[in-house]
């Protein structure tokens, strides 16, 4: 059963089953480590907690993150949506004096809606510090089941509209505001985009990696891996099954819980997303490009040759990863140039 009450739903599988995307075989290694650190414990309805306790123990604390690393930091607790607690958040600055107010970054962390924290998305936040001089704000938003959607967008919103308020107190640039995040991060930062859009908030660009957007998990990409890979259809449906419950594959979704739902994609800030050919995500994440073109919008989508999902982190070293960090690295110049 569902929190929402009623049976899961559950995307009809087609027959004959299509068949995978290899793996790219230079990240094969990287995808076996993938799986034996991150996704030991298949992630079910009842493995949630047990995940989140293993979670805690392979996110470095913020101290280990920043260590010899050229920032500062300082977490603070802001006003979260109306009616709900106070969010978290991190603030990442670079070290020393700069010339003029500094971009700001607003990184969302993955974890398929129901795991990780704010610490699983500092690192990116503290590399951008470094690289950019940009500062960065990561948020702790409320998990599902214990919280069903829209909260989690919601709470990545207060975080937005707090660092929109206080842009001049953390010497930051309001016109160079760049939300991001990966994975259900990426689903989020979706989410924000376009509620920064429909509230009045303009932002500067949205870096959706490797999203989870769409709650039918029915696409080609999702059949084909669906019993192994890294963050496999099951996993899948179960984060889609906490947040969202018995309205899943309903048209009671909002484009705020499942950006994929979304009618109309215009105005929306200049989008990169970047997907692996081998993941459960390909197909939404082309889909979700195609359509901001075709409402007459900026998008740069990359699809990495045989990549699974997350595989620029955990393969490095491969010749694909370093191509993908460099397109990434040619977007964030672009983005939070002056």
Known sequence: ????????????PPDPRPVPVPYDPALESGLAFFLDLVERIPLRAHTILENRAHFATIIPPMEAQAEGRAVTWEDRSIPGPEGAPEVEITIVRPAGVFDGPRPIVLGIHGG???????????????????????????????????????????DCFAALA??????????????????????????????????????GIALAGQLVGAPMIDDRNDTVSSWQYDGFGAWDRNNNDTGWDAMLGSDR??????????????????GLAPAFIEVGAAEVFRDEAVAYASRIWAAGGSAELHVWSGGYHGFSGFSPDAVVSQAADAARDSWWRRMLAP
């Open 1 to 12: 059963m569902t929190p929402g009450g009623g049976a899961p739903y559950r995307a009809t």
């Open 249 to 266: 594959g309903t048209d009671r979704v909002h484009p705020y819980q499942a950006p994929a739902r979304a009618t109309d994609l215009s």
């Open 112 to 154: 398929g809606y129901v795991l990780g924290t704010r610490f699983f998305e500092t690192s990116e936040l503290v590399d951008l510090a470094e690289r950019y001089g940009a500062i960065g704000v990561g948020v702790e938003y409320r998990l599902a089941p214990e919280h069903p959607a829209p909260a989690q967008a919601e």
């Open 162 to 199: 707090w660092i929109v308020a206080h842009a001049a107190e953390l010497g930051g640039d309001p016109a160079r505001i760049v939300v991001t995040g990966a994975s259900a991060g990426g689903g989020l930062a979706a989410a924000v985009a376009l509620m920064a859009r429909d509230r």
